[in-house]
């Protein structure tokens, strides 16, 4: 996403010596990761002999992304890039809540009623939502993979909720 | 060349074979159906309808439609696979023809005339040269594959590890030169997907790794789930604040006049030839793949034509040339896949997923021990083709309509439809919530600039590479520089190096954002 917001410059949180943030905060998450990846895995055997341990590989990973984020800092340190990009919150939540919600839900309360549920949630991540159109395409969209999985692929989910079948 | 024939021979075998179905309400009465075709129909078929539907790339189309394929045997499975990633490959023409919303990288070039000539009415023209052209890439693009396949994987089968080794890494720098934006970005990727493939546990001392005692973990990273959420996900989310709606100009005038004039013809062959022969060569190389070629192939166009001003204002030719290039180098990406089991590309690395899950281990092996799986899928693909032209220029009307479907109802049906595809592959409501995540940490990708591509394929290639680095320096009896002195390994490790090189260096990379260039103008 390279298009820069057109409206006026927002004040930065980084300090001024940082010419392109996207780079600079990219390449920190990227060193943190490689951090947690090397720290995740001290405990594994390393080299023995000619033969790698388990260890082996996932170091010499994460070295290599410590010091390609290290890098990708410096680049955002000495060059000038696009700003930090505006993120959404409502799409991004409200996405996960649903997905979360099918996760939970799936188990105890079969697919019927998972798949409804999160439909509905998800459709709060958009102000454009039309509830009443929303709950006949989302009825609609339950049914059609209530016979699309099961029975015209073959895979074996639970319809309800388990205190019903019990 | 009596090889030839035979392979191909019992690979339209193997496409036509007949299953007998009983099915119970007919009592009794078996019919002969020819099952591969059907499923190659349905593939070409479902994979338009996901990739018309704009915001939806091909990769995250392949990603979403994989767990149907779960239930089937792996020829007809692949062979449906391969039939959706061409059915993807065109629905994303046809989007960025009509509304000029491009559904992946690829066919951004083909929006800029393509589109231009739907504004003047000639959307029909468009679309039925997009697809003669893909049709006759597709024709040159299988025969090249059937020829290159048996002699390649003689090559691969006088690979020793280190030259597995190397050869990968040569893949891996090819995707980091072909790839559009920064070279450093996409190495950083490139290793993010490698460390993420060492979780779960190791293949050779079985200790686990990085999985933090969580059972879901032990046995590594879903591939499904991490490509449903890099690509589906993560683009449901990015469309979202995107304001799915604003840019949606559809062409409002009713899609008249499928044919194209004699003159359309003969403007638009040489354009169909060159772009075939470009996509071809740029297809085969590792790394290469449909972006890059559609995109060189419209910059040939451009240089060539001698009215280039009209490039961008509805030339045919810049509808044919990226169109042909584009399916001539999806056909030819199969090549290193199935000849040496490297995946070139990311939706490659998703047909390495769907192998594994059908228990199939790409590389060499497998064309001398299901030959009728490879040669299967290789008469599929021409099949394939032939069904795209014949399905997609009828139903052109339905492919308009499902495009004025509000994003406002197509999302919480994909993130439901995801969910349920991801949970139906192990029964496991952890993999929902990880596809979630990453999810979420494709958003945050794309927000910084990441590409999400070369991470999916050092996630596949993660494990390959390190077994084969073990095996490597086990013979050489720890000795590294077996990779520089192995004649064959030291020579694909010098191309790496120099293409890594001329990738950094100034000018020319001047030269590959101009090509590249031409989405923004």
């Known amino acids: 996403m390279s298009d820069a917001p057109s409206h006026a410059p927002e004040k930065s949180i980084l300090p001024s010596w940082v010419k392109g943030p996207q780079d600079f905060i990219g390449g920190i998450a990227l060193m943190a990761i490689a951090a947690f990846a090397l720290w995740a895995s001290s405990d594994l055997q390393g080299m023995h002999g000619f033969s790698f341990g388990a260890g082996t590989a996932p170091r010499m990973f994460g070295i290599l992304l410590l010091a390609l984020g290290a890098a990708v800092t410096v680049v955002g340190v000495l060059t000038e890039g696009p700003r930090l990009a505006v993120y959404a919150w409502r799409g991004p939540l409200f996405v996960s809540l649903a997905i979360l919600c099918f996760a939970l839900c799936i188990r105890p309360m079969g697919m019927v009623f998972s798949a409804m549920a999160s439909f509905l949630i998800a459709a709060l991540g958009t102000a454009e939502t039309q509830w009443k159109e929303t709950i006949i395409v989302g009825a609609c969209l339950t049914a059609f993979c209530a016979l699309l999985f099961p029975y015209a692929l073959g895979l074996p989910l639970q319809m309800w909720p388990t205190f019903l079948i019990r | ?333 199969f090549i290193p896949l199935l000849t040496l089991g490297i995946p070139p590309n990311a939706v490659m690395a998703l047909m390495v997923g769907a192998m594994t899950i059908h228990g199939i281990v790409p590389g060499p092996q497998v064309m001398q ?56 592959v192990n029964n496991a409501p952890m993999d929902v919530v990880l596809a979630g995540v990453f999810g979420l940490l494709g958003y945050w990708l794309i927000k910084h600039d990441f590409e999400p591509a070369p991470l999916l394929l050092g996630m596949v290639l993660g494990p390959l590479m390190e077994e084969n680095l073990r095996r490597a320096l086990l013979i050489s009896r720890g000795d590294a520089t077996v990779f520089f002195t192995r004649p064959l390994s030291a020579s694909l490790m010098a191309i790496s190096a120099f293409l890594l090189v001329l990738a950094l260096l100034p000018a020319l990379r001047k030269k590959r954002d101009e090509v590249f260039v031409e989405s923004e103008s």
């Open chain 2, 1 to 333: 060349m009596g090889d030839l024939f035979s392979n191909l021979g019992l690979g339209f075998s193997t496409v036509f074979q007949f299953v007998q179905w009983a099915p119970p309400f007919l009592g009794g009465l078996s019919i002969p159906i020819p099952i591969n075709i059907l499923l190659c129909l349905i593939g070409a078929l479902v994979g338009t309808l996901v990739g018309v539907l704009p915001g939806i790339g091909t990769i995250a189309t392949v990603a979403m439609l994989l767990p149907i394929t779960f239930g089937l045997p792996p020829v007809g499975a692949l062979i449906m696979l391969a039939g959706i990633y061409y059915g993807a490959q065109y629905g994303g023409s046809t989007t960025s023809i009509l509304v000029n919303i491009p559904g992946e990288a690829g066919s951004v070039v083909t929006a800029l005339d393509g589109f231009q000539m739907a504004k003047q009415g000639r959307a029909g023209p468009a679309l039925a040269i997009a697809a003669i052209g893909s049709f006759f890439a597709g024709c040159v693009a299988t025969v090249l594959i059937a020829v290159l396949g048996a002699p390649l994987t003689k090559l691969a089968l006088a690979f020793g590890p280190a030259e597995y080794f190397s050869l990968m890494v040569l893949g891996l720098i090819f995707a980091v030169v072909l790839a559009k934006g920064s070279v450093l970005k996409a190495i950083a990727m490139i290793v993010f997907g490698l460390l993420l493939s060492m979780v779960g546990s190791d293949i050779e001392t079985g200790a686990s790794r990085m999985s933090f005692n969580i059972p879901e973990l032990a046995d590594g990273l879903g591939f499904a789930t991490v490509a449903m959420g890099l690509f589906g996900f993560a683009e449901i989310i990015r469309n979202l604040d995107a304001g799915g709606e604003e840019d949606r100009d559809l062409v409002q005038q009713k899609v008249t006049g499928l044919m194209p004039t004699k003159k359309d013809l003969k403007d638009s062959a040489p354009a169909i030839l060159r772009g075939t022969v470009l996509g071809s060569i740029l297809g085969i190389l590792p790394g290469g793949g449909a972006v890059i070629a559609s995109f060189a192939a419209y910059t040939l166009e451009k240089k060539l034509s001698k009215h280039p001003q009209r490039f961008g204002r509805g030339a045919i030719e810049g509808v044919a040339a990226p169109e042909s290039a584009n399916n001539a180098a999806a056909q030819t990406s």
């Open chain 2, 369 to 424: 021990k299901q030959p009728e799986l490879v040669w299967g899928m290789i008469a599929s693909m021409w099949i394939g083709n032939l069904m795209l032209l014949v399905i997609n220029l009828p139903l052109v009307g339905i492919w308009v309509r499902l495009l004025r479907v509000p994003y406002r109802l197509m999302f919480p049906s994909i993130v439901v439809f995801c969910s349920i595809g991801i949970y139906s």
